[in-house]
């Protein structure tokens, strides 16, 4: 019996991925260990997030780094430092900035954090429309009062916005800074540099997503003025990042999840996901009514392979919605991503090896028949 036992919180096979609504990710030992160590002694924070950051910035070869709560607290404090620099009177002045060069160009399409942005004090400025934009848009809409441009990462092309490289070199020859919310872009490893090595200003990652670092904490890398203007309006300074507290255990423990992950032989862990994936597709191909398939890569274009199962609602007898909240309702408890009309896919980012398994178990008997219906949507 555990803590959660305990409380009769329900505890989740997550084959969605790292979604911060369901825990995020695990920790490794060597990163509990860290925070655990942290843990014991007083430290002066300032001095912890200086050679923390230090070292992370030489471990992912980047300029600086800053621990932040979060990918979100890092794009407050990205777009902060933006605005700021290390001016004291507009950082008391934050989240309002009348006078200020405030302006945060960022695609119409793709802006899931903009919240982020505007609580920093940015004033959004959106370009294109739903299908995407064109650099011109960019240029245009780059005026004296731009403080940065913001750039979501997808891996894939960038679904009809301007590409990355374009943008940074824009954003060069303006004197922009630009700042890349790549928050989900681990793996694969190489994004670690790959955007500052291509000029990106500010790039920013969740600690606890792919990097199975502590769940509230971010990396924020990239130039070193920058870093410290992030640093300038962030907790222990009571200024716009003092809500977003970063405890000296998180800083401690992204560290050593930055090195743990560094650490892995990342073939060798694409091969476990590629053997999940087969082993659903094998315990699922065979059902009647069901097609699963290999998909690759993923949603957001990283290099993982997931698995898709489409299900022939009609001749189940059992839509792929109520599918989904059966998973959830019975035990052990499952949670996975739809995927277009009538599918599910089962990701193995965020699966311990076997697991797969108990999710091919528990599809093959709410399709038989053979497990109790708890859910109420039958
Ligand atoms: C998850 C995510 C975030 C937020 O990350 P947190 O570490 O949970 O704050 C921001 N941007 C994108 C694109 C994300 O996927």
């Known amino acids: 019996m555990d803590l959660y036992d305990e409380l009769g919180v329900k505890k989740l096979i997550n084959g969605y991925a790292t979604l911060t609504s369901l825990g995020g990710s695990r920790m490794p030992a060597v990163v509990l260990e ?4 942290a843990a014991q002694h007083y430290v002066r924070i300032d ?3 200086e050679k923390a950051g230090a070292k992370i910035a030489e471990l992912t070869h980047n300029e600086a780094a800053y621990v932040s709560c979060g990918a979100a607290a890092g794009i407050v404090l990205s777009v902060a430092a933006c605005i700021t620099g290390l001016d004291a009177q507009k950082r008391e002045r934050l989240p309002f900035t009348d006078g200020m060069k405030s302006e945060v160009i960022a695609h119409r399409r793709g802006v899931e954090y903009a919240f982020t942005i505007r609580q920093a004090g940015g004033r959004l400025v959106l370009i294109g429309g739903e299908q995407g934009a064109e650099a011109a848009d960019l240029e ?3 005026t004296p009062q731009t403080a940065a441009i913001f750039v979501v990462y997808k891996n ?3 679904q009809g916005q301007v590409p990355l490289e374009e943008q940074i070199a824009i954003g060069r020859r303006r004197g922009i800074p630009v700042i890349v919310d790549a928050a989900a872009q681990i793996p694969p490893v190489e994004n ?3 955007f500052t090595h291509m000029g990106a200003d500010l790039v920013i990652f969740s600690g606890g997503k792919g990097l199975c670092g502590p769940q509230s904490s971010g990396l924020i890398l990239g130039r070193r003025d920058l870093i410290a203007a992030c640093a300038f309006n962030a907790c222990p300074r009571s200024y716009i990042g003092r809500p977003m507290k970063v405890g000296k255990e ?3 423990g992204l560290l050593a999840a930055v090195r743990w992950y560094l ?3 990342h073939a060798r862990l694409m091969q476990t996901y590629e053997e999940q994936v087969a082993r659903v597709i094998a315990g699922l191909a065979t059902l009647p009514g069901v097609q699963a398939l290999r998909r690759f890569p993923s949603e957001a274009g990283q290099p993982m392979p997931r698995a898709e199962i489409i299900f022939d609602e009609a001749r189940l007898g059992l839509s792929r919605d109520d599918l989904l909240v059966r998973l959830l309702e019975g035990s052990p408890a499952v949670s996975l991503a739809p995927a277009g009309e009538c599918g599910v896919y089962v990701n193995p980012q965020t699966l311990a090896p076997g697991e797969e398994m108990i999710i091919a178990r528990r599809i093959r008997a709410i399709l038989a028949g053979t497990e109790p219906d708890n859910s109420g949507v039958l």
């Open 34 to 37: 860290a925070m655990r160590e």
């Open 47 to 49: 001095e912890l997030q």
């Open 250 to 252: 998180e800083i401690a």
């Open 192 to 194: 670690l540099w790959r």
């Open 156 to 158: 894939d092309g960038m």
């Open 263 to 265: 650490g892995l032989d």
């Open 140 to 142: 245009r809409a780059i």
